[in-house]
């Protein structure tokens, strides 16, 4: 069975729940993250397809971390939720289609309390091959609001699929 991103298409929902009941709003950003192995020269053939993904008249900016993962960060000026969806969907599936599926990681999206939209204070991450969100609270430079990460994956069960097992929520 191949994995779904329609979930990922249901953030629109939660957001309504995220915005009412913590203040919490989308800053119009959010990634993909793969990690290019494989075939010589494959991870800049799947940066070029990610770069161009989606609507927007900016292009996506990719850039490499640390771990060697690779991130497409899509943005929407206006913080349309619904015009960001569609791009990190867009990168996805073109990423897929290039027979790059098995590199995905995950598509995270950003929130911030309204009064600070610079910070987000949470990110809702998608992992394709589960099938399921959780979200990630960070707290400081490595911390994490365990206490909010629980707190908003009860409030958004019944909206969108939630990870169960909290062994697999990792920090993004």
């Known amino acids: 069975m191949r994995p ?3 979930p990922l298409l249901k953030l629109r929902s939660a957001a309504l729940t995220l915005r009412s009941g913590y203040g ?3 800053t119009g950003s959010g990634t993909v993250c793969f990690v290019a192995e494989g075939r010589p020269g494959a991870g800049t053939e799947a940066e070029f397809i990610a770069g161009l993904a989606g609507d927007s ?3 996506n900016v990719v850039t490499h971390d640390a771990h060697g993962r690779t991130i ?3 943005w929407r000026e206006n913080g349309d939720l619904g015009w ?19 590199w995905l990681l995950y598509t995270a999206v950003d929130f911030a309390e309204l ?10 991450v998608y992992r394709r091959e ?18 909010m990460e629980l707190k908003i994956r009860s ?3 019944r909206i969108v699929p939630m990870e169960s097992d909290i062994g697999r929520w990792r920090p993004v």
């Not at 009064?115 to 809702?124: F, I, K």
């Open 57 to 59: 008249v900016r292009r």
């Open 24 to 26: 919490l709003a989308p």
């Open 155 to 157: 409030s958004l069960t």
């Open 115 to 124: 009064r600070d939209m610079r910070h987000p204070r949470l990110t809702m």
């Open 130 to 147: 589960r099938g399921a969100f959780y979200p990630f609270a960070p707290r400081g430079t490595r911390g994490r609001d365990r206490a």
């Open 4 to 6: 779904s991103l329609l």
């Open 72 to 74: 497409v960060r899509c």
């Open 84 to 102: 960001l969806l569609d791009d990190l969907v867009d990168v996805n599936e073109r990423l897929a289609q290039a027979g790059f599926a098995t």
